[in-house]
């Protein structure tokens, strides 16, 4: 089921373009975010892959067990969780793609050395944007399954 493979991927993409090669360090043994130097945007980036990929997982697990959840009740309450959880997070992946946006838009040529870190950036913004569209896609797919139960 697409709608939780691409989330899992896209949250792993923005958490390891991050980790990987979001920091550089500029003659000194002090790292700094490749997002305009601003450590916060490079801390939310990761901060919201890695939850994201986190949750992801849990969903899938939960996914898994759903057919043994034997109480109407309890599959509802599965599926506002995930409903709730998925749509906040795509407001998140909003803010993130409109921050790390931001950030980069301000980076200077003369901050990234050889353009140290730069696909990296791009890549966590591109999939931070995509991340927006799978999260919404997956509330919404969740809201048509809650309608069916």
Sequence with gaps: MWTRHYPIIFSL????SIVNEGYVNMGSE?????F????DACNYGVFVGLVGLLACSFF????YKFASISSVKDRKKAIMVEIGFSGFWAFLYFVSFCFLANQWSQTTADELPLNQGADAAR??????FFSIITWVRTCHYRHIHSVKL
């Design 30 to 34: 002090r790292l700094h975010c490749v």
């Design 13 to 16: 993409v923005v958490f390891a």
């Design 60 to 63: 899938f697990l939960l996914d």
């Design 123 to 128: 890549a966590a913004i591109a999939f931070s």
């Design 36 to 39: 305009n130097k601003n450590a």
